[in-house]
Nanobody, 118 residues
């Protein structure tokens, strides 16, 4: 059974840092593009970062560019989101996602709460 288990969320002050982890199991992690999404109260879920499987390129939403960094460790079948210089507007539930485009498949983590206090 495919599973993504997130960890690392919590409460942090403005300017602080957190690292989210997402451990994958039950599928061939290397075959999947990875991404991180977040959903703030009353807002739609938005993609904030992703890594392509085709060339390993990364993309970031303008709101997090220069502060967040996405990475993956295929040997550990784990993906990460390093979040620095956090702001109150980063407060949201964060979700990891993996997606395969050939023979499509799509899995989500359970979500982890990140709260940034002012």
């Amino acid at each position: 059974e495919a599973q993504l288990v997130e960890s690392g969320g919590g409460l942090v002050q403005t300017g602080g840092s957190l690292r989210l982890s997402c451990a994958a199991s039950g599928f061939t992690f290397d075959d999947y593009a990875i991404g991180w999404f977040r959903q703030a109260p009353g807002k739609e879920r938005e993609r904030i970062s992703c890594i392509s499987t085709s060339d390993g390129s990364t993309e970031y939403a303008d709101s997090v560019k220069g502060r967040f960094s996405i990475s993956r460790d295929n040997a550990k079948t784990t993906m990460y989101l390093q979040m620095n210089s956090l702001k109150p507007e980063d407060t949201a539930v964060y979700y990891c996602n993996v997606r395969r485009f050939k023979d499509p498949a799509d899995y989500w983590g359970q979500g982890t709460q990140v709260t940034v206090s002012s």
